[in-house]
């Protein structure tokens, strides 16, 4: 049986992928911070899990280093982990502002919670993924803005590059794993909407439509890098 920490389950695209990874028998860690929303995520997955497979939500911020070890304690009692995502995240603030005008609190508050909680959240679980059946996977959620330079985006952006060039680093620190940073495209989410409050999403995919191609990554033998939903097809062994 698999067992998958995911980060920002309780919405959006954590959510969705948390649904599809339930739905092929893999057992879930997942967290965020509201915790009425998290119990929420937490009936539906349970109502989704073949006998056998188990969902344990802690409800908590990523950026608190108590906080990543018992999302690593839960994956630990379930008997190890397979994949860990880093999906939890933040915009900054709304609207989005130029960097001349980016409150430096606002920046560090993006770099605590991409780089420096994905950083905390691999040193918290790597025993575990060394020993993964088959090697661990390592899926850090990427953005376009990471290698585009969107106006107002420079906050976001950078502490999206930082993933990264920190997911390719320990890929090349740990080649027993798989490590992606995965590009899912715009989707329709609260927090594209928050980026666009004046604008209708309604055109954007909900992110249920990318879960299949992740799953068939991370279920995959497929080499560590960065790469884009958009570009993946026939993801296979």
């Known amino acids: 049986m698999s067992t998958a920490i995911v ?35 937490h009936e539906e997955l349970w109502q989704l899990l073949p006998p056998g497979a188990h969902v344990v939500a802690v409800a908590g911020d990523v950026t608190d280093r108590e906080h990543r070890h018992a999302l690593a ?98 890929a090349a620190e740990e080649p027993s794993l798989r490590v992606w940073a995965v590009d899912p495209g715009d989707l329709r989410t609260a927090m594209h909407q928050a980026a666009f409050p004046d604008e209708d999403i309604s055109d954007r995919p909900e992110p249920d439509t990318v879960v299949p191609q992740l799953i068939a990554l991370v279920e995959s033998r497929r080499p560590s890098g960065r790469i884009r939903i958009a570009d993946l097809t026939g993801v296979g062994a």
């Open 7 to 41: 980060t920002g389950a309780s919405r959006g695209l954590g959510r969705a992928l948390a649904r599809g990874l339930a739905r092929r028998g893999w057992s879930l860690v997942i967290d965020a911070r509201d915790s009425t929303a998290l119990d929420q995520a």
């Open 73 to 170: 304690g839960a994956a630990y009692a379930l008997g190890g982990l397979d994949l860990l995502v880093c999906n939890a995240g933040t915009l900054g603030p709304s609207p989005l502002p130029a960097l001349a005008d980016l409150p430096l609190d606002a920046a560090r508050e993006l770099f605590e919670v991409y780089p420096i909680a994905g950083l905390g959240l691999v040193q918290e679980t790597i025993g575990m993924l060394r020993a993964a059946n088959d090697g661990g996977r390592v899926v850090f959620i990427s953005s376009d803005a990471s290698v585009e330079p969107y106006p107002g985006w420079g906050g976001y952006g950078a502490a999206k590059a930082a993933t990264d060039q920190l997911a390719a680093v320990l």
